[in-house]
């Protein structure tokens, strides 16, 4: 990345979903290097927030942490009313939060003809939908979805992985046309071995190296750049 993309980030408020798993802690650790002002979502479930706050602190950033419940009814509204007390502003919003599906989740779905394939896409949706007018207000506002998803493992017709990829291209493509015509969004797919406590199937065990979060964290930030313009509504699969 250059000189010019790294200074575009001073100043950002830039809102990480989710800093507990190692993507999102790498994406709020690089934000602030970067100059960005970073609020990161903890989840009511970590038991301490001590391990964030002292390492941000080392490096001498301006952030903040905000405790909220990804699955309560509100969860959107929840993160939304805490980041607005904050800054009143959010430029940046990389939407990680851990939602893994698992197998057998993805297997029953096929069986009932799709009907809740998309159920952990809506999760993501809500908080894009939630937050697109108060960041519409903002330059150049960006986002960036992190989904959490077992490498597709056979060769089927209705392998569950594959299908599920194909229904967040679809998601994808559906948030950021609805989006004001400013906004970019686009998302990133990662294998399920970055959630923790998720063991992958043997028949689903990738057959290449997982890549380090430090590497997504830095694709993140080329998205959030100005240096990938021409990127809209896309969907990447790293590993």
């Not at 250059?2 to 190692?22: C, I, N, Q, R, Y």
């Not at 993160?79 to 851990?98: H, K, M, P, S, W």
């Not at 809209?232 to 699969?237: A, D, E, K, S, T």
Request: aromatic residues 6%; contains cysteine.
């Amino acid at each position: 990345m250059s000189m010019h993309s790294t200074h575009a980030f001073a100043e950002k408020v830039a809102l990480v979903t989710d800093g507990t798993g190692p993507i999102g802690r790498a994406v709020a650790l690089q934000l602030a290097l970067n100059g960005a002002f970073v609020i990161i979502g903890i989840p009511k479930h970590v038991a301490s927030e001590e391990a964030y706050v002292s390492e941000l602190t080392e490096l001498g950033t301006l952030f903040h942490i905000v405790g909220w419940d990804p699955s309560a009814e509100n969860a959107s509204e929840q993160l939304f009313e805490q980041a607005c007390i904050l800054f009143g502003r959010i430029d940046l919003l990389i939407n990680c939060t851990v939602s893994t599906v698992h197998p057998s989740r993805i297997q029953m779905s096929v069986a009932l003809d799709d009907a809740n394939l998309e159920s952990p896409i809506n999760e993501y949706s809500a908080i894009v939908d939630r937050f697109a007018e108060l960041m519409a207000q903002r330059p150049k506002p960006k986002i960036v979805n992190i989904f959490s998803i077992p490498v597709p493992g056979s060769t089927a017709d209705h392998d569950p992985a594959d299908l599920l990829e194909k229904e967040l291209v679809n998601a994808t493509n559906s948030m950021a046309n609805r989006s004001p015509a400013k906004f970019r969004l686009n998302s990133l797919i990662v294998g399920s071995w970055y959630s923790a406590g998720y063991e992958m199937p043997n028949q689903l065990e990738p057959t290449h190296a997982k890549p380090p979060a430090d590497d997504i964290a830095r694709v993140v930030l080329f998205l959030l750049s100005g240096e990938s313009t021409a990127i809209n509504g896309q969907v990447i699969r790293l590993g």
